[in-house]
């Protein structure tokens, strides 16, 4: 498995608190993906990075924030969350090629329940 | 707006049967497309790459310009197939993702 991790792996929070995932990597990859998955939808893209402090947003962003401030890390922060943010997320990493993103790898993903 | 998309959300077959999970993307140049399985609460992995040609636990998947189509198929099917599996293509900085198919496979 590529170097990635994502922390914490399960977490419960309650509606209106602040939450922060973690994502991890040890492979310099340059590109850097938040997703969340939910029954019927598949992946979403809710933001992702193309570099340090270089950040975009994807098709679910409001509601959500991210940082890069380091090459290994990126930070994914519900501002405050709300029963619609419970799914698991998964990070992903890339180091992209001439032509696209390349091959992504997966973290082993967040499971999070906003009661 | 680039798709990538899944019609069957749900594929159940028997266990040596053939398979064939469907993908179309929409039409821009020359595509960058994926396959990727998730096991049961695994996570995502890449199954298969156009461009790498290869085969992969007996899955292959051959690019089809004229229909935009990346369709995934095995000749025979084994239990351990039984997972969701994702159609993607690269777009820029992103992957466009499908929906996913989730395949049984029936004793």
């Known amino acids: 498995d590529a170097g990635i991790t994502q922390s914490p792996r399960h977490k419960v929070t309650e509606t209106g608190t602040p939450v922060t995932l973690r994502c991890h990597q040890t492979e310099n990859h340059r590109y850097m993906y938040w997703y969340r998955q939910d029954p019927g939808h598949g992946l979403r893209l809710i933001h992702y990075s193309y570099g340090v402090k270089d950040t975009d947003k994807g098709e679910v962003s409001d509601g959500y924030s991210v940082s890069r401030s380091k090459t290994e890390d990126f930070l994914l922060t519900l501002e405050s969350a709300t029963s619609s943010q419970t799914s698991v997320y998964f990070c992903?990493?890339?180091?992209?090629?001439?032509?696209?993103?390349?091959?992504?790898?997966f973290g082993q993903g967040t499971r999070l329940t906003v009661v | 707006a680039q798709r990538v998309t899944q019609p069957e959300k749900l594929l159940s077959v028997f266990k040596g049967a053939p398979v064939e999970l469907k993908c179309n993307y929409s039409y821009s140049g020359s595509p960058e497309l994926f396959w990727y399985v998730q096991y049961s609460r695994q996570r995502l992995q890449l199954l298969l790459r156009h461009i790498s040609r290869e085969s992969i636990k007996g899955f292959t998947a051959d690019l089809n310009k004229g229909e935009t189509s990346f369709h995934l198929k095995k000749p025979f099917a084994q239990e351990e197939d039984s997972a969701m599996y994702y159609c993607?293509?690269?777009?820029?900085?992103?992957?466009?993702w499908g929906a996913g198919t989730k395949l049984i496979i029936k004793p």
């Open positions: 992903a990493i890339s180091e992209g090629t001439g032509d696209g993103p390349g091959v992504a790898f």
């Open positions: 993607a293509r690269g777009s820029n900085y992103q992957l466009i």
